[in-house]
């Protein structure tokens, strides 16, 4: 079944330690979106790539970077994680129609 | 600023009930409109998109769309206990702004 995975699953790091996320598509979309959701909140936009073209959101902080290597893959760095970076990571993929799937998100905990 | 505007509930309706969920959007320029249903925990799953004025019906779910208004609402007939979560409202082009949502309880 084409999908969208994210791993890991769970991530725990120390407050200041860089931490990678990663997700990949079997889906052949073109788009790739990273979110942040905390609790109780709306997925908020980070970031996305249409194709290899990176556009930030202007509330971004440059405490988070994104690589997109090739079609199926794309990472999430948090160069310093604070322990406000706490929350769920989702990716997303969309293709010619703007439908997002997303993947099953990274709980990332910040010690 | 652009926004998705919801109702955070919870909205609890008895098992075998419609529930009816609302949202509206501030961004004339929205092309497209969808709902996503949001297990606690869990990541969310795409339930309906619609991009025209009227109704687009999906089994037990029913998207209506008001353009005018800026006014999107879903119906869930029948509801049934594991229908219980957040439904979260979108709308936008290929960049979507989300509501923070609404969340229903079903009860038996």
């Known amino acids: 079944d084409a999908m969208v995975i994210q791993n890991p699953r769970y991530q725990v790091t120390q407050f200041g330690k860089p931490v990678t996320l990663s997700c990949s598509q079997t889906?052949?979309?073109?788009?790739m979106y990273w979110y942040q959701q905390k609790s109780s909140q709306a997925p908020k936009l980070l970031f996305h790539?249409?194709?290899?073209?990176?556009?930030n959101e202007a509330d971004t902080p440059d405490n988070f970077q994104s690589r997109r290597p090739n079609t199926s893959f794309c990472f999430l760095d948090i160069r310093s994680p604070g322990l406000g970076d706490a929350a769920m990571y989702l990716c997303?993929?969309?293709?010619?129609?703007?439908?997002?799937?997303f993947g099953p998100g990274t709980r990332l905990t910040v010690l | 600023q652009k926004e998705v505007e919801q109702n955070s509930g919870p909205l609890s309706v008895p098992e075998g009930a419609i529930a009816s969920l609302n949202c509206t959007y501030s961004d004339r320029g929205s092309q497209s409109f969808f709902w996503y249903r949001q297990y606690s925990g869990k990541s969310p799953e795409l339930i309906m998109f619609?991009?025209?004025?009227g109704d687009k019906e999906d089994g037990r779910f029913t998207a209506q769309l008001n353009k005018a208004s800026q006014y999107v609402s879903l119906l869930i007939r029948d509801s049934q206990p594991s229908d219980s979560a957040t439904y979260l409202c979108?709308?936008?082009?290929?960049?979507?702004?989300f509501g923070t949502g609404t969340r229903l309880q079903v009860f038996p």
């Open positions: 997303a993929t969309s293709g010619d129609s703007n439908e997002q799937f």
């Open positions: 619609i991009y025209s004025n």
């Open positions: 889906l052949n979309h073109n788009v």
């Open positions: 979108a709308a936008g082009r290929y960049k979507l702004i």
């Open positions: 790539y249409y194709d290899k073209d990176f556009n």
